[in-house]
């Protein structure tokens, strides 16, 4: 079955950097457009960056763009978000997901405060 876990999260302090990792099981990683959303506490879950299944393209919401990287290394079956410079409005769960499956992982919390 579908497994998406989440890793990396933590408490880190304004402008600092964060790496998060998405382990993907369950399915054909490497055919699947793959991204990554945040909920923040009280608001709806929204789209933080996505990349194509061979990784060439991606894109990015305007509010971490040239602050956030998305990547993945399809022989591991992972997903990566590096986020530098962060804010305390980037604190949020994040999620990976895989585009069209309809399953979510725990996500995994950032925290960023001083």
């Known amino acids: 079955q579908v497994q998406l876990v989440e890793s990396g999260g933590g408490l880190v302090q304004p402008g600092g950097s964060l790496r998060l990792s998405c382990a993907a099981s369950?399915?054909?990683?490497?055919?699947?457009?793959m991204s990554w959303y945040r909920q923040a506490p009280g608001q709806e879950r929204e789209l933080v960056a996505q990349i194509t299944n061979s990784g060439r393209s991606t894109i990015y919401a305007d509010s971490v763009k040239g602050r956030f990287t998305i990547s993945r290394d399809n022989a591991k079956n992972t997903v990566y978000l590096q986020m530098d410079s962060l804010k305390p409005e980037d604190t949020a769960v994040y999620y990976c997901k895989a585009f069209q499956i309809s399953y979510w992982g725990q996500g995994t919390q950032v925290t960023v405060s001083s």
């Open positions: 369950g399915f054909r990683f490497s055919n699947y457009v």
